[in-house]
């Protein structure tokens, strides 16, 4: 049985299909074909499954970002993509993106 972080830090199959129509089935750094499963806040620091922490990227930027050893190229990544999301949510926060327990 899942926890109720691991779940909210899940990509659902309906979050993925917005956010692969949201971003043309292509890589938001590089432009080529990618997949909707990147997290912009990783699901490891409780990164939310959600739309506006979720984009599309190729298997290569999306290495980079996440196990990539330069750490110049991890910052551009992780610099453009807050700018792409910024411009597509208004109320874009990263404190939103996170997952927080509430209660015990």
């Given at each position: 049985?899942?926890?109720?972080?691991?779940?909210?830090?899940?990509?659902?199959?309906?979050?993925?299909?917005?956010?692969?129509?949201?971003?043309?089935g292509?890589?938001?750094?590089?432009?080529?074909?990618?997949?909707?499963?990147?997290?912009y806040?990783?699901?490891?620091?409780?990164?939310?499954?959600?739309?506006?922490?979720?984009?599309?990227?190729?298997?290569?930027?999306?290495?980079?970002?996440?196990?990539?050893?330069?750490?110049?190229?991890?910052?551009?990544?992780?610099?453009?993509?807050?700018?792409?999301?910024?411009?597509?949510?208004?109320?874009?926060?990263?404190?939103?993106?996170i997952?927080?327990?509430?209660?015990?």
């Amino acid at each position: 049985m899942k926890s109720k972080r691991s779940k909210a830090c899940d990509i659902s199959q309906k979050t993925k299909k917005i956010v692969f129509a949201r971003d043309g089935g292509a890589c938001i750094i590089c432009g080529k074909s990618g997949l909707p499963n990147s997290h912009y806040i990783s699901r490891a620091k409780g990164g939310l499954g959600i739309e506006q922490n979720v984009v599309t990227m190729c298997i290569v930027c999306h290495d980079a970002y996440d196990n990539g050893k330069d750490a110049e190229l991890r910052d551009y990544i992780k610099n453009k993509t807050k700018e792409y999301l910024q411009l597509l949510y208004k109320d874009w926060n990263e404190d939103n993106l996170i997952y927080k327990k509430y209660g015990n």
